[in-house]
């Protein structure tokens, strides 16, 4: 009786334990917002991070000043005059109560737009943020970057080599 009372136990604890880091997501925490008019909504955009890198993960929030229950949305994102992105607005995954996009990075530095289109009970509205400035991508280039994380890559291989050679029967 003991033993399956601590094993029972023990399960519990384990499966406590393991449900643990589902609640280590850290909240989003906006550090710059831009406000947005698209007809009769009021948007605010927040930004994670500020000012915008190219390459660098951010989060991005949309949130209407009367929240986002009756609504439905759209977000085109336009790098120079180019549609580079052209998705629904869905619920931030860590912030369920406005639309957003989770760990998103900007591929490339330069002037973007944000245009959202939003149809609510007010009826469909347009707005853009203009002039998004997204900066060059911090840290060394991509190239080096990923030269020089594959050098412990060459480093298992060449150790596996030398293991083998070293371990391989002899042929007589």
Known sequence: MRKTLLGLLGTAALLLGLAAPALA???VNIVHTE???AGPYNLTVGF???PVKAMQS???TFAPEDGIADKKG???MFYGQEEVDDSPLARHPRKREVWGLD???MPAQGTWTFRFDIDGPAGPATGELKNLQVMDQPGP???LSWAISTIPLFGLIAFIVIAWR???PANR
């Open 74 to 76: 759209k977000l085109t």
């Open 48 to 50: 994670s991070t500020w």
């Open 141 to 143: 280039p991509m190239g």
């Open 58 to 60: 951010l989060d991005f």
């Open 35 to 37: 406000k947005v008019q």
């Open 103 to 105: 760990i998103h990075a």
């Open 25 to 27: 997501y850290e909240p």
């Open 166 to 168: 070293r371990t391989r």
